[in-house]
């Protein structure tokens, strides 16, 4: 308010201080403006009213209206309050309200117990009836029809804390359901007759006796009954299966029969008799596309549409789902699966099969017998995969077909057949041959002709092919090792034979590749290899190979040992032990030769003698040269058993060389071949020679270019030669003298 009159004094006080008091003058002239305004504010309220008259008299009026009623409710509240106020103690008051209230909670349980038992005595009087109807569909309405009220009424499942009454009318219900699918089921059976001998079924439309005591009732009767209650499926299932033993697999198993339908009135128009027969026929067409098969079995569904469904989508989609996938399957079993071709070249007959079975299913389709859903086109997923069919055939028949060759080969007397040139076979990556097993012949012609097969077929079928020419060329890796285990494990020619098949199928494999790839269809070309295939091969021959080479060669080592280092030869029976060793070394040599010479392949023939020969001369030369003292009469000795050796291994020895005769070149020749024969030969040399012709061998580097060493010359020297000047002059010439 201070700061209102203060601002009607600005404009005359503007620079006075707010604290200083007002002077008379400036009292008069607040005086008079303050009466100014009030004028104003006194015009301006009037102006608002009467332009607002109709407004402000109701708001006034309603204002009058709300004092009254508040009023008016003022002395009703005191009215019911004055009791109150009276009576000192409100007790009596909350019991009676207690009562009330409990009383009314009792009213309200009594009308749900009430109403609770009403439905129990009704649902009670409904099972009752159901069960003593005489109409069956009229007891499966009433059973339909309590199926949501007794059946997870709330549903939610079945409650823990339900009244006892509800599962006990449960069970009733169920026990009613049961009865009465059993009576239907047994009615439909009833109905439907099949002969014991098969191939005959004949269709009532009412039974002729009775069911249980129950009057039999017809057969469209019995299935809506069925259907009502949600027990088709119960009612068909033996139908079904007695349908699938008596008619089906007749008519599907079986070439020659056709399928004959009649109609009976014997009991007038209302209860006919209709009888399928599947009786035999010389017709054959239509066999080889499988028209005649899908048509007798059409036959066959139509009929059972028509005088066991009634023509019921409901209750033969019911007998579809019980019966189409063991119809699929008889039918791929007996006809499809052996309508596959043998050949790639035949694939292309295959597709009338593929039409045939493609118009079957639309038409079973049409019939509304299967959906269009894949899962129920069986039949077309199979004919569709013909290629996956043949070809998974086919590698199986590769397969077995490999296997038989390779587990009933008689490797024992691979030699004995007539026709031994045919086993002779050319390298392919060397100017030679080779003698290999009728199974490893035979086995890579089957390679090749499933390799060729491919090449004329389609992706998806060459790459099976291909895969079994390999899984075959494995097959040989894990069967024949195996199965010739012991003869692997001793020396004989059947291991040098399969040492010559793992050989050869390595040559073969390597040259897959370049025989077959380019024909291979594009997407094979790369994702197909045989190569690695190749040194698989390769490393069991030559595991082969070590092995007899180890066999052998230990052999000799046991035979060389026999001679006790070749000393005291001087003496007869030392000389007799040292012999008879040589003999024994030269008879396991020759019997090698004879064994492996026609057999294996030159180059590895030559290559595994020469090392076997250099092992036996190497330790016979080392046993000489560790003598420490010789007789003169032992050296001859030593020089003869060198000289028998020679002489008794002449054939092995030309075997290994292109010459006819054993003369100096050929001599050279073999010295070059087999290194440690120079040296045995040389110190044959030796034993015969004097000091000085010794000591000038060793000096000229004749020795040296032999294989001997300065110690093995000097041991040598000492063993043969007394001490004497000459002979200390001759070591000491030798040890100075460089190799």
Same mark, same amino acid.
């Given at each position: 308010?201070?700061? *209102? ?11 006075? *201080?707010?604290?200083?008091p007002?002077?008379?003058p ?14 104003r ?25 709300? @004092?009254?009623?508040s009023?008016?409710?003022e002395s009703s ?16 008051l909350r ?12 009213l ?7 109403? %609770? ?8 009087a ?8 005489a109409d069956?569909?009229?007891a %499966?309405a ?27 009318l ?8 049961d009865?009465?699918q059993?009576m239907?089921?047994k009615?439909?059976e ?8 098969g ?7 009412a039974?002729i ?5 129950t009057?039999?009732?017809e ?10 209650i949600?027990a088709v *499926?119960y009612?068909?299932a ?7 033993k ?11 029969v056709a399928?004959s339908v ?10 006919? $008799? ?7 026929t010389?017709?054959?067409?239509g066999y ?5 098969? #899908? @048509? ?12 066991? +469904?009634?023509?019921?989508?409901t209750? &033969?989609?019911?007998?579809? /789902? ?22 790639a ?9 593929? =039409?045939?079975?493609? !118009?079957?299913?639309?038409?079973l389709?049409?019939m509304m017998f299967i ?13 569709d ?9 086919? =590698? ?6 490999? =296997? ?5 080969y008689? #490797?024992d ?8 040139? !045919?086993?002779i076979?050319?390298?392919?990556f ?24 491919? +090449?004329? @077929? ?14 075959a060329?494995?097959?040989? /890796?894990a ?17 040098a ?7 050869h199928?390595?040559q ?23 190569? !690695?295939?190749?040194p ?12 007899? $080479?180890?066999l052998v ?5 046991e035979?060389?040992?026999g001679? !006790?280092?070749f000393q ?6 030392? #000389? ?5 060793? $040589? ?11 004879? &064994?492996w010479?026609s057999i ?9 003698? +020469? #090392? ?9 030369t ?14 001859l000795q030593l020089?003869?058993?060198i000289h ?10 030309l ?10 070149q050929?001599w050279i ?6 290194w ?5 030969r040389?110190?044959a040399?030796?034993?015969? &020679? ?10 000229s ?18 063993a ?10 001759c ?8 190799s």
């Amino acid at each position: 308010m201070a700061d *209102d009159v203060r601002e009607l004094l600005l404009s005359t006080t503007a620079d006075a *201080d707010p604290s200083t008091p007002l002077s008379a003058p400036d009292l008069r002239l607040l005086i008079d403006r303050l009466r100014i305004r009030s004028d104003r504010l006194h015009a301006s309220a009037l102006s608002f009213a009467s332009s607002h008259r109709a407004p402000l008299a109701s708001a006034l009026l309603r204002a009058a209206d709300s @004092s009254a009623s508040s009023s008016s409710l003022e002395s009703s509240l005191a009215s019911a309050l004055s009791p109150l106020s009276s009576s000192p103690n409100l007790s009596d008051l909350r019991e009676l309200s207690d009562r009330l209230l409990a009383a009314c909670r009792e009213l309200r349980e009594r009308q749900e117990h009430l109403a %609770a038992a009403s439905s129990v005595a009704d649902l009670a009087a409904r099972l009752r009836a159901a069960r003593a109807s005489a109409d069956p569909l009229a007891a %499966a309405a009433a059973a339909a029809e309590l199926k949501p009220l007794l059946v997870d009424p709330e549903g939610s499942g079945s409650s823990g804390d339900e009244p006892v009454v509800f599962g006990l009318l449960r069970s009733e219900w169920e026990q009613l359901v049961d009865e009465l699918q059993v009576m239907l089921a047994k009615n439909v059976e009833e109905c439907v007759e099949f002969a014991p001998e098969g191939g005959k079924v004949v269709v009532r439309a009412a039974p002729i006796g009775k069911s249980s005591g129950t009057p039999g009732v017809e057969l469209r009767v019995a299935l809506q009954a069925l259907e009502i209650i949600d027990a088709v *499926d119960y009612g068909m299932a033996k139908l079904a299966d007695l349908m699938i033993k008596h008619v089906l697999v007749p008519a599907i198993s079986s070439i020659s029969v056709a399928v004959s339908v009649e109609v009976l009135d014997k009991n007038g128009p209302e209860f006919p $008799i209709s009888i399928l027969c599947i009786v035999p026929t010389e017709e054959l067409q239509g066999y080889k596309d499988g028209s005649a098969l #899908y @048509s007798r079995i059409i036959d066959i569904i139509k009929f059972v549409h028509e005088s066991i +469904c009634g023509e019921n989508i409901t209750w &033969m989609h019911s007998f579809s /789902k019980l019966t189409w996938s063991r119809i699929s399957g008889l039918v791929i079993k007996h006809f499809i699966s052996k309508a596959v071709p043998h050949e790639a070249s035949k694939l292309i007959e295959f597709q009338e099969v593929v =039409r045939s079975t493609t !118009d079957f299913e639309n038409a079973l389709r049409n019939m509304m017998f299967i959906s269009h859903d894949k899962r129920d086109g069986k039949l077309t997923q199979f004919v569709d995969d013909v290629e996956v069919h043949f070809a998974v055939r086919k =590698r199986n028949e590769i397969l077995v077909k490999a =296997r038989d060759l390779l587990v009933q080969y008689d #490797y024992d007397s691979p030699l004995a057949s007539h026709n031994r040139e !045919d086993s002779i076979v050319d390298l392919l990556f060397l100017p030679e041959k080779c003698f290999i097993s009728k199974s490893a012949l035979q086995l890579m012609k089957l390679v090749h002709g499933a390799l060729k097969d491919a +090449c004329l @077929s389609s992706a998806r079928v060459a790459k099976e092919l291909c895969y079994a020419a390999r899984d075959a060329l494995l097959l040989y /890796k894990a069967i024949v090792p195996v199965q010739l285990e012991k003869q692997l494990d001793s020396i004989n020619q059947v291991a040098a034979i399969i040492h010559n098949d793992f050989y050869h199928l390595s040559q073969e494999i390597l040259g897959l590749a370049f025989e077959y790839r380019a024909d291979f269809p594009g997407d094979l070309q790369k994702l197909v290899v045989f190569v !690695d295939l190749a040194p698989i091969f390769s490393q069991m021959a030559d595991g082969v190979l070590t092995r007899q $080479i180890q066999l052998v060669t230990a052999n000799l080592i046991e035979a060389i040992d026999g001679a !006790d280092g070749f000393q005291n030869t001087h003496q007869p029976q030392h #000389y007799e032990s040292a012999k008879f060793s $040589i003999e024994q070394v030269v008879f396991i040599l020759e019997k090698l030769h004879i &064994m492996w010479e026609s057999i294996l392949p030159r180059s590895i023939y030559k290559r595994s003698m +020469c #090392y076997i020969l250099g092992s036996v001369f190497s330790r016979i030369t080392k046993d000489m040269l560790l003598i420490d003292d010789m007789a003169a009469e032992e050296t001859l000795q030593l020089q003869g058993l060198i000289h028998l050796a020679l002489e008794n291994l002449s054939s092995l020895f030309l075997s290994l060389v292109e010459n006819e005769f054993l003369d100096h070149q050929t001599w050279i020749e073999l010295d070059e071949t087999i290194w440690p024969l120079k040296k045995f030969r040389k110190l044959a040399e030796l034993l015969d &020679m004097s000091l000085k012709s010794i000591t000038a061998a060793w000096e000229s580097g004749e020795l040296a270019n032999c294989g001997f060493k300065s110690s093995e010359v000097q041991n040598f020297v000492k063993a043969i030669f007394a001490d004497s000047p000459l002979r200390k002059e001759c070591l000491l010439w030798i040890s100075k003298t460089p190799s």
